[in-house]
């Protein structure tokens, strides 16, 4: 696996960023409608050139592309409702998932479900024929999420008594989440060629796409409990794609580091604004690590505060090569100066 360029970097708004400043809706419609894919992709990408100016960031001209997903924000919502999770659309915001909180005969009597014929992803795969009919290909991809993301969303919070219970409840469940995650991930890639733009558009910038693992939520449980119940899934997927990826959104990624050392085969992570960067370089020594800036912070720090953050991470890193920089879900009041910042600064240090 090889980038792009030394220090690529990548920023993500959120929802209400953009419905703030390029009047985009996000409701139901926007996810699925094929017509309104194509139009609202092609707005975003050209409002973001046409607001930063800056070289790989956005379209000058209004281009017209079969994206499949929204690749410019976050929302995993499609394969829990798969799994018959109610999804909250907003017009400002990302879908919620209301957890279905199942019982242990309901996790067991759980049936996977038919990806080809089940709601929404009937629907996606209708969208994705039309517009690869119209415009002989699609491309993008959708936002896959996790395991244990997605064990919360079915189980609740009754998934970490689990943990501490040992219950077997818990493979039960991952097993049938993995299972229905790999044959989605599959599909996709078979039709798009990419899995994880939407899970991190970082994950395009190499002589090939990066299969993203989205683990957000092992940032809740210790070393221990990830190996034992996920390391084996990460393994998994490490085994099946390639080049493979974990995400890590977390500010403690040295918590769970000897388990990600683990994990034989991956060669990018994702590295949560306050995990320690030096130590995750120590344990990693070969991976690229994406280096994440906080979008928390950025909202009210100055750009000078901006540089300063990306040079220490960089440092911590041990220098420019086998790192990136990204910022994830900025609000809609992050100063569009602190973002020209991101990008002033990597384009330093690559000199």
Not at 121 to 135: P, S
Not at 299 to 328: T, Y
């Amino acid at each position: 696996m090889k980038a792009k360029q030394v220090l690529p970097v990548e920023v993500v708004f959120t929802p209400g960023w953009w419905h703030k400043h390029a009047k985009i809706n996000f409701d139901e419609d926007f996810f699925f409608n094929p017509k309104r894919r194509v139009h609202d992709e092609m707005i975003m990408r050209h409002f973001l050139y046409n607001r930063f100016k800056i070289k790989g960031l956005g379209d000058k001209h209004l281009i017209e592309k079969p994206v499949i997903g929204p690749v410019h924000l976050a929302a995993g919502f499609l394969i829990p409702q798969l799994f018959g999770c109610e999804i909250r659309f907003h017009i400002d915001g990302p879908p919620d998932v209301i957890p279905l909180n199942l019982t242990d005969e309901q996790v067991i009597t759980l049936e996977k479900p038919n990806i080809y014929t089940t709601y929404p992803m009937n629907q996606m795969i209708n969208m994705m024929d039309k517009l690869e009919n119209e415009f002989g290909y699609i491309e993008g991809d959708v936002d896959w999420n996790g395991v244990l993301n997605h064990g919360l969303d079915l189980r609740g919070q009754q998934l970490f008594i689990d943990m501490m219970d040992e219950s077997p409840i818990i493979d039960i469940l991952f097993n049938k989440i993995y299972e229905t995650m790999i044959e989605f991930v599959s599909y996709i890639q078979k039709r798009t060629g990419s899995t994880s733009t939407a899970v991190n558009r970082q994950t395009l910038n190499f002589d090939k796409p990066v299969t993203l693992h989205s683990n957000c939520s092992v940032q809740m449980i210790s070393n221990d409990l990830y190996e034992k119940y996920l390391l084996q899934y990460d393994q998994k997927l490490a085994n099946l794609y390639k080049p493979y990826g974990i995400h890590h959104c977390g500010d403690n990624m040295e918590n769970v580091i000897k388990g990600y050392q683990k994990v034989k085969g991956a060669t990018f992570f994702d590295v949560g604004y306050g995990s320690d960067v030096s130590m995750c370089r120590r344990y990693l020594p070969d991976v690229f690590l994406n280096l994440r800036l906080s979008p928390v912070k950025i909202l009210s720090c100055s750009p000078k505060e901006v540089k300063d953050d990306i040079l220490r991470l960089v440092k911590d890193n041990g220098g420019v090569h086998n790192a990136g920089i990204c910022c994830i879900n900025m609000d809609a009041n992050t100063p569009d100066e602190n973002i020209a910042m991101i990008y002033e600064t990597a384009k330093e240090l690559r000199k």
